[in-house]
């Protein structure tokens, strides 16, 4: 598992949790608001190939667009410090909201990346907030498989996988995650 800067071309695994435990996202209006901030901070310097936004943490799987320039941390402190200055005004709080300033790991290979977008999607999943990812709603499971447009990359997230119906098929088989740590110490 290797951190490493930010880069033009890049894929990354971007992270972060609230701090000591605390609810990040407490209800729908918090949500929104949070993918409000990504659009308008992150995705013009990004595409988005994952996400999954829960009560408590967040999973981004994003490449640097070629062509970003300056300083790529920016964006990322721009959102979680503005979504941390709403978070506190709306719930009449002050500090830090997010543990981390940034937390990334750079995906150096295809099948890790794959197995990556499926780990995020299914994260909701996984975590026992719903029966099937296609029923949360702060994931890209359904802007991925969907066939309207969205902020994710889900034409190149399908080619990735080869086909639709592939694609769905994998987002729906649980992830083995013996199998990320491994990618992770091929890093």
């Not at 994003?62 to 320039?69: D, G, K, L, M, Y």
């Not at 709603?137 to 802007?143: G, L, Q």
């Not at 729906?172 to 199998?179: A, N, Y």
Request: charged share 25%; proline share 4%; aromatic share 14%.
């Amino acid at each position: 598992m290797k951190t490493s800067l930010l880069e033009p071309g890049k894929y990354y695994h971007v992270y972060n949790r609230a701090k000591n435990g605390d609810p990040l996202f407490e209800n729908e209006e918090a949500y929104r608001f949070f993918m409000k901030l990504y659009q308008a901070h992150i995705y013009p310097i990004a595409e988005t190939y994952a996400y999954c936004l829960l009560s408590d943490h967040l999973h981004l799987l994003i490449r640097i667009r070629e062509e970003a320039e300056g300083s790529l941390f920016k964006p990322f402190a721009m959102l979680f410090n503005a979504y941390s200055k709403g978070y506190n005004l709306h719930n009449g709080k002050d500090g830090r909201v997010f543990k981390f300033k940034l937390k990334r790991i750079e995906i150096r290979n295809m099948p890790y990346f794959r197995e990556m977008i499926r780990y995020v999607n299914q994260n909701p999943w996984r975590h026992g907030v719903t029966e099937h990812p296609a029923n949360y709603r702060f994931s890209s499971f359904r802007a991925t498989v969907t066939t309207g447009p969205t902020m994710v990359a889900k034409e190149k997230v399908q080619e990735y996988f080869g086909s639709h119906e592939n694609l769905t098929t994998n987002l729906l088989s649980k992830v083995d995650e013996s199998t990320i740590r491994l990618f992770m110490m091929e890093e």
